[in-house]
Structure formats: structure tokens, C-alpha cells
């Protein structure tokens, strides 16, 4: 797919690996929609900068996706402005670090419904706009083996895994449906990267990737018109190191 003039939703495109998404596609000269939920304040400054940075169009819409109904009305709003989508980025996700004995029912179906309903509805949402695009899932290094201390993530980011491989088969040949899966890239909110860094464990290439890496996999994956039902890794051979255990 040559990007040049599509038009791409990205949730929880304000910051952090989104907005490296975002910028990368703005750089191809295709038009973003900026989903946040929180982040509305650098949601639109980093619109406002990719409007005149690439010349492209960009758009903010602010909406809360953790239900059904919020799903819906953003992908409407997200119409209304913007027009027919092209490409959905399903990058909005929460992460928690549980273990078995401190799990609650709360803290289970939250993830759950972020990191996997969420985007099953988004691109229920986004057929209704299109019958031929691309659909990028963001996952997670650890959907390649187990570890212990996260369980509800990590189950959850397994389903989007399944969810991507199955959509894939049943949407070709019109939407190609890929995940990239990054490593150690970021701290988690609030953290500092010394202790990421320290916590990230052994990454073979010797080089923890950053958010240009994950957003240079998202590209490729939509530039391609031969790939779909597939995982790229990001994380410097750590999923080749398979079951971690903390």
C-alpha cells in the first residue's frame, strides 16, 4: 500500500509509541487520526506539529474505548472528520504487573477489555468503513513465551495474538491484519528508564529498541501488500530466549 493520502486512526497515538506511529506515518504523507484519552493537551500539539512538519491532514479525537459504545462513537467521530479509513492501529493498551496471589477480578477484566475486546471492536468498527485496508495490532514480546509477575497482560496481549492470526484468514483478501510485538522500549507510566533498563533482562543484539523501531515495523507491515497474519518482533532477539521467569 503506497500511504501517501490513506488516512490512519492510531489509538493512544498522543505519546510514547503512538506518536512515534503517528509521526512515521505523517512522514509518508498520510493522513492521522490522533485517538487519546487522556493525553488531549499533546494529542493536539503533536497534531498541530505533523500538520506543519508534513503538510498532511491530522485530526484529534478524544474518546473513552474501554466499552462497546465508546468504541462506536470514536470510530464515528473519527468518520465524520477525517473520512473513510484506510488503516487502524490498535496501539491503546494497560499494563499491570499481577501476580496469581494478588489477583482481582477488576484488575483482570480491565486488561482484558483494553488490550484485547477493545481492539476486536475497533475493527469490527473499521469494516463498516472499509473493505480494503490494513490493520496493525500492537503486542507484546512476552506473546512468544510465559512469564510470571503479569498475568492478565499477558493472557490478554496472547488473545489479541490469536485474534490477529484469526482475523487475518477471515478478512483477506481485502484487510491485511498484522501485530508487531516490541521489547524492552519504554519504562512503564511513571517509572524511570534506569530501572527499565535494569528490569528489561537479556536482550541478545545488545541493544534495547526504541520507538522509530517499532514504528519502522508498523510501516513496513502497512507498506506491504504480501504479509498478513503476521508477528514482527522488535526486542532484539529477546522472544528467541522464550519462557522468562522473575
Do not use: W
Amino acid at each position: 500500500m503506497n500511504l501517501s493520502g490513506k488516512t490512519a486512526i492510531v489509538t493512544g497515538g498522543a505519546i510514547r509509541l503512538g506518536g512515534a506511529v503517528c509521526e512515521a506515518l505523517a512522514a509518508r504523507q498520510c493522513n492521522v487520526v490522533i485517538h487519546c484519552r487522556r493525553s488531549l493537551e499533546q494529542a493536539h500539539d503533536l497534531a498541530e506539529r505533523l500538520r506543519m512538519s508534513g503538510g498532511v491532514r491530522t485530526f484529534v479525537v478524544c474518546g473513552d474505548i474501554s466499552t462497546e459504545a465508546g468504541c462506536r462513537t470514536v470510530m464515528k467521530r473519527a468518520g465524520r472528520l477525517a473520512g473513510k479509513m484506510d488503516i487502524l492501529v490498535n496501539n491503546a493498551s494497560v499494563f499491570g504487573c499481577d501476580r496469581i496471589a494478588d489477583l482481582t477480578e477488576k484488575n483482570m477484566l480491565e486488561q482484558l477489555r483494553i488490550n484485547f475486546v477493545t481492539p476486536a471492536l475497533l475493527m469490527r468498527e473499521f469494516l463498516k468503513q472499509t473493505v480494503r485496508g490494513k490493520i496493525v495490532n500492537m503486542l507484546d514480546r512476552r506473546v512468544a513465551g510465559n512469564e510470571s509477575g503479569c498475568l492478565p497482560y499477558l493472557l490478554s496481549k496472547k488473545a489479541l495474538a490469536e485474534l490477529t492470526a484469526s482475523s487475518a484468514l477471515e478478512l483477506a483478501p481485502g484487510i491485511a491484519v498484522n501485530g508487531v510485538a516490541p521489547g524492552p522500549v519504554l519504562p512503564a507510566v511513571g517509572k524511570h528508564l534506569t530501572e527499565a533498563k535494569r528490569k528489561a533482562g537479556n536482550v541478545p543484539l545488545g541493544r534495547r529498541p526504541i520507538p522509530a523501531d517499532i514504528a519502522a515495523a508498523v510501516i513496513f507491515l502497512l507498506e506491504s501488500d504480501a504479509i498478513t497474519g503476521q508477528v514482527i518482533y522488535v526486542d532484539g532477539g529477546q522472544h528467541l530466549l522464550g519462557t522468562c521467569v522473575r
